[in-house]
């Protein structure tokens, strides 16, 4: 007893303190919000139990009425009034308790067609006989007639407005006679359950001797680092001689006193292993420190100091291209040695030096002057406008400008930069501004585009990640009229601009200078990412084949959902001979094959196809494209003869079924 007493004095303590115990973040969410959200099924099944109570108790108290002063006939039609009554009062009160957050739409809600009635009682029935659920002892027979039905929770018809994963055209089967995967497509109406290959009479897979499927571009361990791409032949069964030189001296680096004779290449090579490795600190870097290079890069500075960023100015003097990668140490002091020390540099790149205040900036930019062409700068809290400014004011050579994640870069930078003396940027990069909602800092077209129209003529990379206030107005206004020599556009994470923006750009009017791919003259451009524009759809991915189809290298679609397999198709120089997704062989053919027509400019039916192949492509990312599957896949591999990386991350209708030849990596494919 007294335990029991102590537990509710407890309780009672907490309950005055306000303590709560676990709750989830949705439970806190609505809390906060003031909102409260009653338990619908426990909430009828109490509302039940009390109109059940109720009504026992007047049909008791009835019946002893009636037995001294009515009729049998009275007291059953008052007995009859009693129960529509009551069941009025029971759905009355039902409504009242329902939320409207569960209330759904009456006009959206979707019925089971008769088909799929027929299986579900089907199995419904089985079910029955072989094991019957018991009823609980705390409810009875009326608790349990609708409280699980499934009609009342049916899903409403998803929205216009919601995006929708596109209908699939294939189906994955399991053979009955070696239990192996193989595609069909919807389409097809035959209902053989074996493989291409047990038909055939082949052997089965099964029988045969198993081999370790290699997977062509997977690694081991964790994500791989992002500048460690290309460091490892993955798609290559033999690994040459000098990769394992190399891989021999990142594994004994702490031993090595000195590099010797090592070209740039190979030195980057081992640079990128061990700031991986995250072994680089002062000791291993000065390996890396020779006073004849003039190029230095290092990709992970985490772990070295305000010594270890001291000694590149001491011991390599004549550096011009310099690039440091999270070096969160790097100070004031470290800032004006290199100003002072590294009379050649024309170009700095820094990522991450959050300790380096806008004065020493000033004074950088003051001290190194005319001689930087390039500089680059990301994450970084204390880079402000006076900085910018001084760095426009006293480099008006600059020829390369990449800023990113600037949190105070704003349209007042843009101005400045356009009043410049700066008129031969060929490189202009602006990614990730402050993004938060009442934020003052904002990079708007209109500012954009006085740039572009004094420096557009010179610039080959134009890169913009993050900027969600551009418009239409950029490409119309900005890019189209002034920028005749881009090779590069990068146009990420801008839901704000349409398709028809797409269209104008893409279009005749924009007049690009021709460049040489493998010692053609090709026009378009090279390098072209639109990820996470969320208007890019079947219309402007045409428009960019037909305007810069020759001439892509480098494509990027990651979550562009709009787009269908059709647009997909074009890129292998493709389309469909009607307007079904396949066509057959002929009313005469024993069995339906499904062909595909090359398309070219005397039997093209649709007009905006494009007229050829990219052959030129290379690297093409088509991640969460929901019509990616691998009809379109293997089309490209067919077509596309120098691809070399796809992504299909989240593409579920990719397979294993697809043969990858074995120089492709394929990356994200979900079964395998």
């Known amino acids: 007893m007294s335990a029991n007493n102590n537990g509710r004095n407890d309780d009672n303590r907490n309950r005055a303190a306000g303590i709560r115990g676990p709750s989830s973040a949705l439970s806190s969410f609505l809390r906060e919000h003031g909102i409260r959200v009653e338990n619908r099924s426990r909430q009828q099944m109490i509302e039940r139990r009390r109109l059940r109570r109720e009504q026992s108790v007047n049909e008791t108290s009835q019946r002893q009425t009636d037995a001294n002063t009515t009729t049998p006939t009275d007291s059953a039609a008052e007995h009859d009034t009693t129960e529509s009554s009551s069941t009025t009062a029971q759905s009355s009160s039902t409504g009242a308790v329902e ?48 409280d699980n039905s499934d009609d ?3 899903d409403p018809q998803p929205s216009s407005s919601c995006p929708r ?39 089965p897979a099964s029988a045969r001797k198993p081999t370790k499927k290699r997977i062509p571009g997977a690694q081991s361990g964790n994500k791989v680092a992002w500048f460690m791409h290309g460091v490892k032949p993955t798609a290559v069964n033999v690994t040459s001689l000098q990769d394992i030189c190399i891989n021999v001296i990142t594994d004994h680096i702490d031993d090595v006193e000195a590099l010797g004779d090592i070209s740039f290449i190979n030195m980057d090579k081992i640079a990128k292993i061990i700031c991986r490795n995250r072994q680089l600190t002062n000791h291993t870097a000065r390996l890396f420190m020779q006073p004849h290079i003039r190029e230095l890069c290092l990709y992970d500075c985490t772990n070295v100091d305000v ?25 004031d002091d470290v800032i004006k040695l290199y100003g002072n020390r590294l009379q050649h540099l024309t170009s700095l790149t820094v990522s991450g030096c959050h300790l380096v205040t806008e004065k020493e900036w000033i004074n950088f930019f003051n001290t190194v002057g005319e001689r930087l062409h390039t500089f680059s700068l990301r994450h970084s809290n204390r880079f ?31 101005d400045i930069l356009s009043e410049s003396g700066i008129n031969a940027l060929e490189t202009l990069e602006l990614s990730w501004p402050s993004a938060e909602p009442d934020r003052k800092y904002v990079l708007t077209p209109d500012h954009l585009n006085k740039v572009l129209a004094r420096t557009g003529g010179s610039l080959n990379e134009l890169i913009l990640r993050g900027c969600t206030d551009m418009t239409d107005e950029l490409l119309v206004d900005g890019i189209l009229p002034h920028c005749n020599q881009l090779q590069k556009l990068t146009l990420e994470d801008c839901p704000e601009i349409t398709s028809n923006a797409f269209q104008t750009l893409f279009s005749d009017e924009w007049k690009l200078q021709p460049t040489l791919i493998d010692r053609q003259s090709v026009t378009g451009l090279q390098n072209i990412s639109v990820a996470r524009c969320l208007n890019f759809d079947d219309d402007a991915l045409t428009a960019l084949l037909q305007h810069s189809g020759k001439a892509l290298t480098r494509l990027d679609i990651h979550s562009v959902e709009k787009l269908t397999v059709s647009a997909l198709e074009a890129i292998a120089g493709e389309v469909d001979d009607t307007d079904e997704s396949y066509v057959t062989g002929g009313a005469g053919s024993g069995n339906d094959q499904y062909k595909r027509r090359k398309i070219d400019s005397t039997n093209a039916k649709n007009a905006n196809a494009p007229s050829s192949v990219c052959k030129s492509l290379v690297y093409l990312d088509a991640s969460f494209v929901r019509a990616m599957d691998d009809y379109v896949l293997t089309k490209l591999i067919r077509s596309c003869s120098k691809l070399k990386h796809v992504k299909v991350w989240g593409c579920h209708q990719v397979t294993d079924v697809v043969k990858v030849p074995s120089l492709l990596i394929v990356e994200g494919r979900e079964f395998v």
């Open 165 to 203: 994963a596109s209908s699939a055209r294939i189906r994955v089967m399991f053979c009955s006679r070696c239990r192996g995967r193989f595609v069909r497509n919807n389409s097809d109406p035959t209902e053989e359950t074996m493989c291409a290959d047990c038909l055939s009479g082949k052997e």
């Open 384 to 414: 402000h406008k006076s900085g910018f400014k001084a760095l426009v004011e006293n480099c008006n050579k600059l020829q390369h400008l990449r800023l990113s994640r600037i949190v105070t870069l704003s349209n007042d930078w843009l």
């Open 307 to 331: 010594t270890g960023l001291k000694n590149i100015a001491h011991f390599c003097p004549n550096l011009r291209t310099l690039r440091l990668y999270y070096c969160g140490r790097m100070t």
């Open 152 to 154: 009342e929770f049916i």
């Open 99 to 146: 939320s409207i957050l569960y209330t759904p739409a009456a006009s959206g809600r979707r019925t089971r067609s008769s088909q799929a009635r027929a299986i579900i009682d089907a199995a419904t029935s089985s079910n029955s006989k072989t094991k019957k659920k018991r009823p609980s002892k705390n409810f009875s027979d009326d608790d349990q007639d609708d």
